[in-house]
Each structure stands twice: as C-alpha cells, then as structure tokens.
C-alpha cells in the first residue's frame, strides 16, 4: 500500500495542472470551500479516501470470488483512484500551505578586511508537524515520504531600499531547510546600510521580503573606523581633512577616546565634529551606534628629516575605550607596528599622508627704467628667488623686444633653483644703430616647472628711454646770440641811466 501511495503522489504532482472539471467527474466531486478551509477539506478528503479503500476491497474479494464481472471491479477501482488522488492533492495544498521561513537573526559585523558583512539566521517554521499529523491523523508512512518538516531549495538575497541586490555572493541557496535546524548564511555588504531587505523564493516558488534592521555584532566590542579618502596627497603649509565614519560594535555605552599614531611631531592635528567644534572623546547611545568626525591634519611650512618631500606618511586614527586609553600612558613616545596596534584589540583605521610641495618663484629687479643715448645699451640684473615649498626645475625666460633691438642674457636658463634659493641672472638689451629718441618697453617673463606643474614668475617691464643727441656747433652760435643780447640790454640800461 505504501508503493501504490508514492506513486499516486507522483501522479498528482504531475497532474497537478490539470483544470478541475477533470476532478468533478469522479465520485468525490471538488468542493470549493476546501480552498478556504483546507485542513477540513483534508479531513473530509481522508474520510472519503478511506470509505474507497473499504469499499474496493470489498470488492476485490467479490471479484475474486466470481460474484462481480470485470466492469464492475474496474468501477470500484478507478473511484478508489479518484479518492486517493483527491486525498493526497489535498494533504500536498495543506503542506505547502502550512511551509514558513523566517529569519532569526540578522548580524552585521566588521569583518578583519575592513568590509562590512552580515550574517543571517534562517529558520524553517513550518514544524507545525506534529500537531498537524495529530489533527489529521495522517499515517506514518506517507507523512514521512512528503517530508513536512524540510523546504526544499530556499534562495537568498539581500536589498537595498532600491530592489537592488547589495550582497554578495549575490544570492545564496540552501538545499534543504530543516525543522529545529536553523541554517547560517554569510554575506559580504556591496552597501554599508543599517536598514536591509532580505528576498526568499523557496519551494514551489513562495516569496517572500523582509525589511529588516541589522543587528550590530557585540562581541568584537569595538568601535570600526573607515574614511573614504584614506589616502591623501597635500601641499606643504596646507591642511589636509581625512573624513571618519565610525560604528559601534559594542554591547557597552561607552566613551571613546580618539587617537592618532605615528603620525610626525612637526604635523598638527585635531579631530572635529559636524558642527566644526573640536573632538578628543566621542560617546554612543542605545539609540545611536554610528557618527561621524573629520581628523584634520595641518602641514608644515618646510620639510624636514621626519616630514620629507613626495614620502608617504603612514599613521593611524584609533577609537579607544577611556579606561584602556589611561593605561596606556604616552602613545605619541614610539612608533607603533600594525601588529603592536591590532594586539590593543581596538578600533583602528590606517591613513597616508604624501606631502607634496610647489615652488613659487619670486622675481627681483632693482632698476626698471634707464635712460641711454642712442650709441648706448642697456646692462641691468634680476634675482630669482625660490620662496615655495618644492624645487623649481627648467626655468627659462623669455623677452619681448622692441623691433630691431638685441639681447643677451647670462645664464640664458637656470637648470634648477631650489627651496629658499636665490640666482642672478644678467640682461643685456642693445637697440638698433637707427633708432629713434623715445621711450621704449621690455616686457620679460620667467616660467619653470615644479612637481610637474607650472610655475610662473611675475612679469616684469623694462622701460628705457632713448635721449636726442645736441649739435656742439648750434649749442655754441645760441649761447653767443644769447650773450650778445644780455650785453646790448646792459649798454642800454648803463647810457640810458647817464642821461
């Protein structure tokens, strides 16, 4: 009997698209109500699947004894098939109807990688089992071979507030989900968020999604830091702003202490909050497990042995409980391995930090403005000053002159001029054998280049001045004409005094 079962359940799971007229033509006709109220349609589904038993075997024996012909067995066979078919359609709607997942629990935790994952419990609730056999009375037998207590083929997925899947993998599949046997998955978050939905399709393709709040995992008992700009490049003299994100894994209100580590002397730093206002401690609640700080780093002027040009700086920023802070004493008297900070059992994020500098190239000239004959030239100097924070490389100059005029400049290029050096560069500008009395202006630029970056110096004009040569000869006949007339009016002033 339990072959002839098994296979008739395979028959129905088979046939189970078939429309339900097909049904009605037996002699347990469908009853509509049994969709609303499937447990009693079970019931009345096993009563009239046991009437049929009795009464096929009852008839098997009068078959067997010659009492009944062919076709009358043949009828009490197929009702027989017809109510055991009804039986165990509607013991498969009441077990696929009675079949739940639900989630447990959903852990997020921080990972050693620095990533963010979550871990979720999954649990099949459907153990409805016993008390569901207890109501039915459903023999052992059958009840085992459908398995009531295991879904089979559950998917997971976890989703943003989009629908778009976050996890990774992107989705998980448990074969079997067993009554009392909760199953663990583990996913990687491609989104850091607090607030989740977890996507189900199992067995024959329930759906289901949960919008969930994550847990934080207490038991690391710590406080993980990320900054999205870990890593920063910042010109000498500037202030550089690594933005903190910190969470609390903790079971514990406490407060914490931040820190930084093997970050230079010659740096200052500061930790500050949203509003600005300047951080050593930070405290969560019950209500608030994440915040926000910014640890802003100020560089100095010039380089030194312990801040160099174009070298990283590796340091770290450290969330530390109060009390353990204390012992610690001054962390600022070593430099710290990773090893030696992992071993604090504490919240921790590296940083780097490369100075970078630029050269700001300062141009000096004492004279601007000469006044020469026509057969003269002009000779004047300038001094190149490096007042930035990076070498100046490939300085070159470059001199708009008049129409027909010379130049010569001494060195015609400075290689390099670096940090706080100052050259002299001589220039010398020749005007044309014609030239005509006037003013005349020299315009001179001086570019280089610093860290791969354009310098420029400022530009400076030369204005010269061409005088007008006087004739010896005409200077000489005006200043007799001129005597001459001086001396006529004293001869007349003198006689006309007599008279």
Same mark, same amino acid.
């Given at each position: 009997?339990?072959?002839?079962?098994?296979?008739?359940?395979?028959?129905?799971?088979?046939?189970?698209?078939?429309?339900?007229?097909?049904?009605?033509?037996?002699?347990?006709?469908?009853?509509?109500?049994?969709?609303?109220?499937?447990?009693?349609?079970?019931?009345?589904?096993?009563? #009239?699947?046991?009437?049929?038993?009795?009464?096929?075997?009852?008839?098997?024996?009068?078959?067997?004894?010659?009492?009944?012909?062919?076709?009358?067995?043949?009828?009490?066979?197929?009702?027989?098939?017809?109510?055991?078919?009804?039986?165990?359609?509607?013991?498969?709607?009441?077990?696929?109807?009675?079949?739940?997942?639900?989630?447990?629990?959903?852990?997020?935790?921080? #990972?050693?990688?620095?990533?963010?994952?979550?871990?979720?419990?999954?649990?099949?609730?459907?153990?409805?089992?016993?008390?569901?056999?207890?109501?039915?009375?459903?023999?052992?037998?059958?009840?085992?071979?459908? %398995?009531? @207590?295991?879904?089979?083929?559950?998917?997971?997925?976890?989703?943003?507030?989009?629908? #778009?899947?976050?996890?990774?993998?992107? +989705?998980?599949?448990?074969?079997?989900?067993?009554?009392?046997?909760? +199953?663990?998955?583990?996913?990687?978050?491609? %989104?850091?968020?607090?607030?989740?939905?977890?996507?189900?399709?199992?067995?024959?393709?329930?759906?289901?999604?949960?919008?969930?709040?994550?847990?934080? @995992?207490?038991?690391?008992?710590?406080?993980?830091?990320?900054?999205? %700009?870990?890593?920063?490049?910042?010109?000498?003299?500037?202030?550089?702003?690594? @933005?903190?994100?910190?969470?609390?894994?903790?079971?514990?209100?406490?407060?914490?202490?931040?820190?930084?580590?093997?970050?230079?002397? %010659?740096?200052?730093?500061?930790?500050?909050?949203?509003?600005?206002?300047?951080?050593?401690?930070?405290?969560?609640?019950?209500?608030?497990?994440?915040?926000?700080?910014?640890?802003?780093?100020?560089?100095?002027?010039?380089?030194?042995?312990?801040?160099?040009?174009?070298?990283?700086?590796?340091?770290?920023?450290?969330?530390?409980?109060?009390?353990?802070?204390?012992?610690?004493?001054?962390?600022?008297?070593?430099?710290?391995?990773?090893?030696?900070?992992?071993?604090?059992?504490?919240?921790?994020?590296?940083?780097?930090?490369?100075?970078?500098?630029?050269?700001?190239?300062?141009?000096?000239?004492?004279?601007?403005?000469?006044?020469?004959? #026509?057969?003269?030239?002009?000779?004047?100097?300038?001094?190149?000053?490096?007042?930035?924070?990076?070498?100046?490389?490939?300085?070159?100059?470059?001199?708009?002159?008049?129409?027909?005029?010379?130049?010569?400049?001494?060195?015609?290029?400075?290689?390099?001029?670096?940090?706080?050096?100052?050259?002299?560069?001589?220039?010398?500008?020749?005007?044309?054998?014609?030239?005509?009395?006037?003013?005349?202006?020299?315009?001179?630029?001086?570019?280089?280049?610093?860290?791969?970056?354009?310098?420029?110096?400022?530009?400076?004009?030369?204005?010269?001045?061409?005088?007008?040569?006087?004739?010896?000869?005409?200077?000489?006949?005006?200043?007799?004409?001129?005597?001459?007339?001086?001396?006529?009016?004293?001869?007349?002033?003198?006689?006309?005094?007599?008279?």
């Amino acid at each position: 009997m339990k072959r002839k079962l098994t296979r008739a359940l395979i028959c129905t799971i088979l046939l189970a698209g078939v429309a339900p007229e097909v049904w009605s033509q037996s002699s347990n006709p469908f009853n509509q109500r049994d969709d609303k109220y499937r447990l009693l349609g079970l019931k009345r589904a096993r009563t #009239a699947f046991e009437v049929a038993r009795s009464e096929f075997d009852r008839q098997k024996d009068l078959y067997g004894r010659k009492l009944i012909n062919q076709a009358e067995f043949d009828r009490a066979r197929t009702i027989f098939a017809d109510a055991e078919v009804n039986y165990q359609q509607s013991l498969l709607a009441v077990l696929f109807e009675q079949q739940y997942v639900s989630i447990v629990e959903a852990v997020k935790y921080h #990972a050693e990688d620095g990533r963010r994952r979550v871990r979720l419990t999954l649990a099949n609730l459907s153990g409805g089992s016993a008390e569901f056999k207890r109501l039915v009375d459903v023999e052992d037998d059958l009840f085992r071979s459908l %398995q009531p @207590d295991v879904v089979h083929n559950v998917y997971v997925s976890i989703l943003n507030g989009d629908g #778009a899947i976050i996890s990774q993998p992107y +989705e998980y599949k448990i074969d079997e989900l067993r009554y009392g046997h909760p +199953e663990t998955v583990d996913f990687s978050l491609l %989104q850091d968020l607090d607030a989740v939905t977890v996507y189900l399709i199992y067995s024959n393709g329930t759906e289901r999604n949960f919008k969930v709040f994550l847990q934080k @995992d207490i038991s690391v008992n710590r406080v993980a830091i990320q900054s999205e %700009q870990f890593s920063q490049e910042v010109p000498l003299g500037k202030l550089a702003t690594f @933005d903190l994100a910190l969470e609390l894994f903790s079971g514990q209100s406490d407060t914490y202490s931040l820190e930084v580590f093997n970050l230079p002397r %010659q740096i200052a730093r500061f930790f500050s909050g949203g509003n600005g206002v300047r951080l050593s401690q930070i405290k969560f609640t019950e209500s608030t497990r994440t915040k926000t700080a910014a640890l802003e780093v100020a560089l100095p002027d010039r380089p030194s042995d312990e801040v160099m040009m174009d070298r990283p700086i590796v340091f770290y920023a450290l969330a530390i409980p109060r009390a353990k802070r204390l012992k610690l004493g001054d962390v600022s008297s070593k430099i710290w391995t990773e090893e030696e900070i992992k071993a604090l059992n504490v919240g921790y994020v590296r940083l780097e930090l490369v100075p970078r500098g630029k050269g700001e190239l300062l141009v000096r000239a004492p004279l601007l403005y000469h006044s020469i004959g #026509a057969d003269e030239t002009v000779s004047m100097y300038m001094d190149l000053y490096n007042e930035g924070s990076h070498r100046i490389d490939n300085i070159a100059f470059e001199v708009e002159l008049p129409l027909g005029w010379r130049k010569s400049i001494e060195p015609p290029s400075l290689r390099s001029l670096d940090i706080a050096e100052e050259k002299r560069v001589q220039l010398t500008f020749i005007p044309p054998d014609d030239v005509a009395e006037g003013k005349y202006d020299i315009r001179i630029r001086s570019t280089g280049i610093s860290d791969n970056q354009p310098v420029n110096g400022e530009d400076k004009t030369v204005t010269v001045e061409i005088r007008a040569e006087t004739s010896i000869i005409a200077a000489s006949l005006v200043l007799a004409l001129l005597l001459s007339v001086i001396g006529g009016i004293v001869v007349f002033a003198v006689r006309l005094s007599r008279r």
